[in-house]
């Protein structure tokens, strides 16, 4: 059956940086474009990042352009996140997804953003 699985998150200061992945199986990983989306206290779910089949095109919130970097390495059916000079605002929990014949998600990454 389809999984992701992030890891990656953690405690950073201001500043600071992080790198998410997330391990995918149960599909052709390959053939789909994959995204990440995040989820602060008491917010909905927001988009955070995308990237096509081959990782040729990407696609960010205006909120990360310039600090964060979608990646992905089709051999390894892996999709990284790079987050650079983060944000207290940054602080949610993260998910990769796909979108299938339905919406996939993986259990989410903790990622706070604390001095």
């Known amino acids: 059956q389809v999984q992701l699985v992030e890891s990656g998150g953690g405690l950073v200061q201001p500043g600071g940086s992080l790198r998410l992945s997330c391990a995918a199986s149960?599909?052709?990983?390959?053939?789909?474009?994959m995204s990440w989306v995040r989820q602060a206290p008491g917010k909905e779910r927001e988009f955070v990042a995308a990237i096509s089949w081959s990782g040729g095109s990407t696609y960010y919130a205006d909120s990360v352009k310039g600090r964060f970097t979608i990646s992905r390495d089709n051999a390894k059916n892996t999709v990284y996140l790079q987050m650079n000079n983060l944000k207290p605002e940054d602080t949610a929990v993260y998910y990769c997804?796909?979108?299938?014949?339905?919406?996939?998600w993986g259990q989410g990454t903790q990622v706070t953003v604390s001095s």
């Open positions: 149960g599909f052709t990983f390959s053939n789909y474009y």
């Open positions: 997804t796909v979108k299938l014949v339905r919406d996939y």
